[in-house]
């Protein structure tokens, strides 16, 4: 049986005290929450602390949003994996769309990034996906296939999340098609050496789609966006059915 995994990606929003205000409001849904479910929260490094207090004995587990692969240097304005581990950081986000177009992020050092996480005891949740442009010439299998052979060389797939995030469908309201979304994840599937990583889909779920997304055969859970900073909204993502 594979895990379904449910993960906010909060990206750069939310202060310290954005995020404690957010749990008292957030945590209490969790009741309902059917046990077998992962629940995490990719925060900004500056609420790492105060989450990781604030989530203790809670059942949310807390994740990072990127990773160096060296473990201290001079590498100014980078955050490594012992750091992370220290806060009682267990999941990292690598290679976000985001990182990749903003921040010149390449396969190459995303393989290296999920290494060091899996070094220090981490789940990294790999991001892969193709543009508008990709998808439209028919490349979305070539693209993805692409980035799985270099991401994943060297990577243990007994301890790995990967998330498809078609990058056309995040914050657009453009949802890929749930049917869409659940072949492309198949394709990934098909892949991997280990078939029961867990295979999220990312691209605006919200909370009047993720019924339908997470009914797919293939889907084992999302990374949620902007509908993961509301958390009466995320809570019910959550909480799906
Ligand atoms: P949205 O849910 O805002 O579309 O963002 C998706 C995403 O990038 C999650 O990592």
Known sequence: MRKKVIAGNWKMYKTQADAQEYLQEFLPQLDETP???EVILCVPFTDLAV??????GSRVRLGAQNVHWESEGAFTGEVS????VE???SYVVIGHSERRQYFGETDETVNQRLKAAQAAGMVPILCVGETKQQRDSGQTEDVILKQLAIDLEGVEQSRLVIAYEPIWAIGTGDTCESKEANRVIGIIRN??????VPIQYGGSVKPDNIDEIMAQPEIDGVLVGGASLVPSGFGRIVNYS
Request: glycine fraction near 4%; hydrophobic fraction near 35%.
């Open 51 to 56: 989450m990781s207090r604030n989530l203790h």
């Open 87 to 89: 806060l009682g950081v």
């Open 35 to 37: 046990e077998e479910r």
């Open 191 to 196: 892949q991997l050496s280990n078939s029961d």
């Open 81 to 84: 994996a012992p750091m992370l």
